[in-house]
């Protein structure tokens, strides 16, 4: 197996699958001479994926790099072991069937508030599709984990008292500057009582960084401020009809009532769905956009799945598990524009994974007489499971790099091979969550617009392949999630 230089995340992103084909085998060592172990492990072979992600004693997450996570408390992305079990059977039934169907009704009212905001506004250019998609999943959000909805474009009302700044001004303050978040030293944020002692922060007000900060600081302030009163409330008035988030996880029980979320538990989840389900669906359903702009014979034959599953009149719930090829679509988005590039894990014990042998863009073997093998993990050994090595496995994928919605349709497709949402069973607990909101977006916009490049921001080059344009209009930037940097689109009505 050969071992390689560090990478940055944006090698990796280029290479893709080459990164491995280019050293023979699925499994590579990489140098971290800056690591605490000077060798890391990056995968592509759902095979040694499989061995990894079935084996979560074995295979835990590395903790330490989810700290930040726990600024509003534990949660089920930032625990392992028992404490992870407790948390995962709590929350769990905030995303039964009554939960998921409640995402689908907001998303739906949603997109129509924007539809109507549109009124007769067509051609509607769209400079950057990830900010509307982004709005979308933001308002979603704020309805389906906070229980507070809020209308399309709607206007600012006074403040309420004790704050200073509007709920979703906070929610969307604080979806943008996770990153600056993580990035800075924790004494700059301090938790609710430091941040008071220091007038949120004994950060400078002058100059863009800092009242960049100040304003991030204020966001995260107020969030918690608001999460804390909104359990207050579900506490006064009970939880009779309410099907937020949040509030389910103030209803759940384990094995007998006593058996409850702490309220710093309630708060630290319900920030995480945000962290963890805001920014990947809106990414993904934005690269969807863009891919559909690119190819009209595919969004021509996704539109007309549409309008034979429902006709004329407008999607609804039970339409989702027929409007297969819909989900498909979402599934191929994230397939070529995974969101996450890097699943860590690290072994607890020295142990081994297989390793198969790499191949070619036509699926055979680089060398022929190449055998699958075993390879050594020392304990403590970092691990990553590189998404979009697997997802442009041709092993498994024939024709990697082309966009076809399709090959979901396939009883046989290579579900082992296909991780956005990782595996095992520490999967996204939120991944049906993802998929109906994206299903509920896609089917409305595309029965009812057409979405096609914006040439006058985006003019056509003579000569220029498919994949080259592609990646020109959806240049990429890593920084939470993948995140399209471009996409001028225009969405024009259907007649």
């Known amino acids: 197996m050969a071992r390689i230089l560090s990478l940055e995340n944006k090698q990796k992103w280029e290479k893709k699958y080459s990164l491995f084909s280019d050293v ?22 759902p095979v040694s994926i499989k061995t990894i992600t079935g084996n979560r004693v074995l295979f835990p997450k590395p903790l330490e790099l989810y700290t930040p996570l726990m600024l509003y408390g534990t949660n089920l992305v930032t625990t392992e072991g028992d404490l992870w079990s407790r948390h995962r059977r709590l929350v769990n039934p905030s995303f039964k069937e009554a939960s998921i169907r409640y995402v689908w009704e907001q998303t739906v009212r949603i997109v129509n508030e924007m539809f109507d905001d549109w009124g007769d506004e067509s051609p509607k250019p769209v400079n950057h599709v ?14 389906v984990a906070f229980g507070r909805k809020a209308n399309w474009g ?24 996770v990153l ?28 863009w960084l800092g009242s960049t900060i100040k304003e991030a600081a204020v966001a995260f302030a ?19 009809g309410r099907r937020d988030i949040m509030g389910q996880l103030m209803n759940a029980t384990g094995e007998d009532a006593s058996d409850r979320l702490s309220k710093r538990d309630v708060i630290g989840n319900t920030y995480i769905f945000l962290f963890a389900g805001h920014e990947t669906t809106a990414h993904s359903v934005a690269f969807l956009f863009g891919l559909l702009a ?17 006709g004329d009149r407008e999607p609804v719930y039970e339409d989702v598990s027929s409007l297969n090829l819909v989900l498909g679509a979402f599934y191929e988005s994230l397939r070529l524009y995974s969101p996450v590039m890097n699943i860590p894990k690290v072994n607890a014990e020295d142990t081994t994974i ?63 091979a ?59 930037s890593q920084d939470l999630s993948l995140t399209p940097t471009n996409a001028p689109l225009i969405f024009t009505k259907r007649q």
């Open 24 to 45: 023979g085998w699925d499994v590579i060592a990489i140098a971290a001479p800056l690591s605490p172990n000077p060798i890391e492990f990056l995968v592509a072979d």
């Open 130 to 143: 990830c900010a509307l998609t982004n709005d979308i999943a933001l308002l979603l959000i704020g309805a």
């Open 154 to 177: 709607s206007q600012a009302s006074p403040l309420p008292q004790g704050h200073q700044m509007h709920f979703h001004d906070a929610l969307r303050i604080v979806s943008e500057k």
């Open 180 to 207: 600056l978040r993580l990035a800075l030293p924790p004494f700059v944020w301090g938790n609710k009582e430091v941040r008071e002692r220091m007038g949120l922060g004994g950060i400078a007000s002058k100059g």
């Open 222 to 240: 107020e969030l918690e401020l608001y999460m804390e009163e909104m359990i207050d409330d579900r506490v006064t008035g009970g939880f009779e």
């Open 294 to 310: 690119l190819d009209q014979d595919e969004q021509e034959a996704l539109y007309n799945h549409i309008k034979s599953g429902v």
């Open 354 to 416: 297989p390793v198969m042998p790499a191949v070619k863009e036509d699926g055979t073997q680089m060398d022929p007489s190449a055998k699958p093998k075993s390879i050594f993990v020392p304990k403590g050994t970092s691990i990553y499971l590189y998404t979009s090595g697997v997802h442009y496995n041709p092993r498994y994928w024939k024709d990697p790099h082309a966009f076809k919605p399709a090959r979901f349709l396939d009883p046989e497709w290579p579900r082992e």
């Open 418 to 476: 296909f991780i956005p949402f990782s595996a095992g069973p520490r999967a996204c607990i939120g991944r049906r969550f993802s998929e109906v909101e994206a299903i509920a977006v896609i089917s409305l916009v595309l029965k009812h617009y057409k979405i096609t490049v914006d040439e006058a921001r985006f003019p056509f080059i003579p000569g220029e392949s498919v994949l080259a344009r592609r990646e020109r209009l959806m240049g990429t």
